[in-house]
């Protein structure tokens, strides 16, 4: 199984603790966001993995060389899809990085800065199985937490749009968001390969959530409401106490 975890943002939102260092590489429970998304990924069987590199991307890879000198047996394949020239953006990582993650089979994509107790392996089975026997080609976690911007999915819980609350912009504009059920996008999907084929025609730099609201009237981009998933963003200072009180309760073991 293969995984691209996103580690090129600039984490603007965590500094001063990233005026030195990338996101990625910001300590938490002992260990870097980074060390802890290739404990769990190695856990649940993802033994592929992609990770795009841009702001400090260089100490990112030496930080993965690091990691195998210190779990030299832990079975993981890592490569780079570097973005030095480009930030750009996740829609365009993901783009930028097709030559790594198409091998015909679906794929996890997961921000390093998202930590769950989901069920990584059984998350990427049921999106795998759908895929075959229905027309979704995107699987993304979602939870009924706060946030300033959220998804819009039908009945199905297919994807129609996406509202910011604080702002009123709604996407796409004009769209009747009456009997349509908001949800926080929780940073994990799995892909289908297919994807990697329609973004040949977008340009370099794109956020996935735009690339799936152009195409949610074509494809069918579905949300998984998980019931009692704990999922913490730790891309804010304020949420590292709880991000440390969670990997007490829940990834100590890693």
């Known amino acids: 199984m293969k995984a691209l975890i996103f580690a090129a943002g600039l984490g603007t939102r965590l500094r001063p603790l990233t005026d030195d260092r990338p996101k990625a590489l910001v300590e938490v429970g002992g260990r870097s966001l980074l060390e802890w998304q290739l404990l769990r990924l190695s856990s649940f069987g993802f033994k592929d993995i992609v990770i ?5 991307g260089q100490m990112v890879e030496d930080a993965v060389r690091e990691f195998f000198e210190k779990n030299p047996h832990c079975g993981l394949r890592v490569q780079f899809s570097e973005e030095f020239d480009l930030l750009r953006d996740t829609g365009g990582g993901i783009r930028h990085a097709a030559s790594l993650l198409s091998d015909g089979e679906p794929f996890l994509v997961h921000n390093v800065d998202i930590l769950s107790d989901l069920d990584l392996r059984r998350f990427y089975n049921s999106c795998c199985r759908k895929m075959r026997s229905s027309d979704v080609i995107g699987c993304v976690v979602v939870s009924g937490r706060y946030s300033d911007r959220r ?4 009945s199905n819980m297919r994807l ?8 009123g912009e709604i996407k796409p504009p004009f769209l009747d968001t009456s009997g349509l059920r908001p949800c926080a996008f929780g940073g994990i999907h799995v892909l289908s390969p ?3 084929e329609v973004m040949k025609s977008w340009e370099e730099k794109f956020s996935i959530v735009d690339f799936y609201l152009s195409n949610a009237a074509d494809w069918h981009f579905e949300g998984r409401f998980i019931r009692k998933l704990e999922l ?3 891309g804010r200072l304020e949420h590292l106490p709880l991000a440390e009180e969670f990997l007490k309760r829940k990834l100590v073991q890693l």
């Open 160 to 167: 129609r749009g996406w509202e910011n609350i604080k702002t």
């Open 151 to 154: 998804l819009l999915f039908d």
């Open 194 to 196: 297919k994807i990697l």
């Open 52 to 56: 795009n590199v841009h702001h400090f």
């Open 232 to 234: 913490i963003d730790v």
